[in-house]
C-alpha cells in the first residue's frame, strides 16, 4: 500500500464576478474551490427545477405517461405551452422543464408524483435535508417566489453535486436541443444554457430569473476527470462569471502521475522474472491512496500486456480508478525451468 498527500490552498486570483452570491465545488469531493457569500439566503428562481428533475428522475418512473390536467396549468410565468389533456412521458416532462423552464412542467411533475404543490414540495424539503441543505426551503416545484421559498449557493451546489452523479439527469441537462413527443405531435425544445454552445466541457444545468432573485445560474463542467458546479445567485453577468470562475478554479487542479514497474516471479521459464508496470495521470485537488495488488508468480508462457494485478486509486476515500498491472514483456515457457522453480517454490 503506498499512501500519497498534496494539500494545496483553496484561493482563487482573479475571480471578480458581478454576482452577489457565489461559489465553485468540486462535485465528486464537495471541496470548495471558490466562495463569495455562498451561505446568503436568497430566491433562487428557476434553478429551483433541479430539485425538481432530481426527484422525478429518482422515482424511476421516467416511462411513465403524463396526463396533463387543468390545476397542473394553474401558474405563471414560462410555459411549455402544455395544455389540458396533453399525455407526454415523464421523461420528455422534465426534458421540456429543464431545457424551456416551463414553470407549466414543474407543477405537472409535482401532481404527477404527489398530488398536488403542497405534497411534493414537502418532498423537496425532505431531499433537501437528506442532501445536508440546511439553509434551504422550498415552496414551489417551479421557483417562483412564493411563502419563503429561498436557498443559498452552498445548498445549491450541494444539490447539484448530487444530481449530476446521476446520468438520467446529465443526459437531459446537457442537451443543446431536444425532440419530445406530447401527444402524437413532435416537438424541438431549445435549451437556455448558453454556455452549453460556448464550451463542450460544460454539462449543465439550469439558469433562472425573476425580478427578485434576479438572474441566476447553475453550470456544471468537465475537468480532466472532475466535475466542477458553479452557483451564481443575483449576476447581471452570469455567462461570464461562469466562464471566469471555472477558468481559475481549474488551476487549482494539480496534474500527478500514478505509475511503477516491478517485477514478478515467474513458473516455467528460464527467465526468473517479468517486468509489469501501471501508470495514469490524474488532476488533483487533495489526496490519493494507492492500494496495489498483484499475483505471487505468473505461469509462463506470459504475453505483452497480460493482466497481473490492480492498483486501486482512492481520491478523499473514494474509489475512483482500478488501474490494470499489465506485463511489458513476453515470457516463454521452458518445463525443467518450471519443476525446479516449483520444487523451489514448494522448499
Known amino acids: 500500500m ?24 468540486d462535485a465528486d469531493t464537495g471541496i470548495i474551490l471558490y466562495e463569495k457569500n455562498a451561505y446568503e439566503e436568497r430566491p433562487i428562481a428557476s434553478t429551483t427545477k433541479i430539485m425538481t428533475a432530481l426527484l422525478a428522475i429518482e422515482s424511476k418512473r421516467l416511462n411513465e405517461t403524463v396526463r396533463i390536467t387543468n390545476e397542473m396549468l394553474q401558474t405563471e410565468g414560462t410555459s411549455l405551452g402544455l395544455r389540458e389533456g396533453d399525455t407526454l412521458t415523464l421523461k420528455d416532462l422534465i426534458t421540456g422543464m429543464m431545457l424551456t423552464s416551463g414553470n407549466d412542467s414543474a407543477n405537472a411533475v ?37 411563502g419563503g421559498h429561498h436557498s443559498t449557493a452552498y445548498d445549491m451546489a450541494l444539490l447539484t453535486s448530487t444530481a449530476v452523479q446521476n446520468k438520467d439527469f446529465c443526459e437531459i441537462v446537457s442537451m443543446q436541443s431536444a425532440k419530445i413527443i406530447v401527444g402524437k405531435k413532435e416537438i424541438m425544445v431549445y435549451n437556455h444554457n448558453k454556455l452549453l454552445a460556448r464550451d463542450e466541457n460544460f454539462f449543465g444545468v439550469k439558469t433562472g430569473y425573476t425580478k427578485k432573485a434576479g438572474r441566476c445560474l447553475v453550470s456544471a463542467k468537465n475537468y480532466n476527470g472532475n466535475k466542477l458546479v458553479c452557483v451564481t445567485l443575483y449576476a447581471p453577468d452570469d455567462w461570464n462569471d461562469h466562464i471566469r470562475l471555472l477558468s481559475e478554479c481549474e488551476k487549482m487542479y494539480n496534474k500527478y502521475e500514478v505509475s511503477d514497474n516491478m517485477e514478478i516471479n515467474t513458473v516455467g521459464s528460464e527467465t526468473r522474472t517479468v517486468t509489469a508496470s501501471y501508470k495514469k495521470e490524474f488532476y488533483i485537488l487533495s489526496d490519493l491512496r494507492l492500494e496495489i495488488y498483484h499475483i505471487p508468480f505468473a505461469y509462463a508462457p506470459v504475453k505483452t500486456g497480460e493482466r497481473l494485478g490492480w492498483v486501486y486509486v482512492y481520491y478523499n476515500k473514494k474509489l475512483i480508478e482500478r488501474l490494470p498491472i499489465l506485463a511489458d514483456e513476453d515470457v516463454e515457457y521452458y518445463a525443467e525451468q518450471e519443476r525446479s522453480t516449483i520444487a523451489e517454490v514448494h522448499g
Request: with cysteine; net charge positive; hydrophobic share 50%.
Open 2 to 25: 503506498l499512501a500519497l498527500l498534496f494539500i494545496f490552498p483553496m484561493t482563487v486570483y482573479g475571480a471578480d464576478n458581478s454576482a452577489k452570491c457565489a461559489i465553485v465545488m
Open 110 to 146: 409535482a401532481f404527477f408524483l404527489s398530488g398536488g404543490i403542497k405534497e411534493f414540495s414537502a418532498l423537496m424539503n425532505k431531499r433537501a435535508g437528506q442532501i445536508g441543505m440546511k439553509s434551504t426551503h422550498f415552496v414551489t416545484p417551479s421557483g417562483l417566489d412564493e
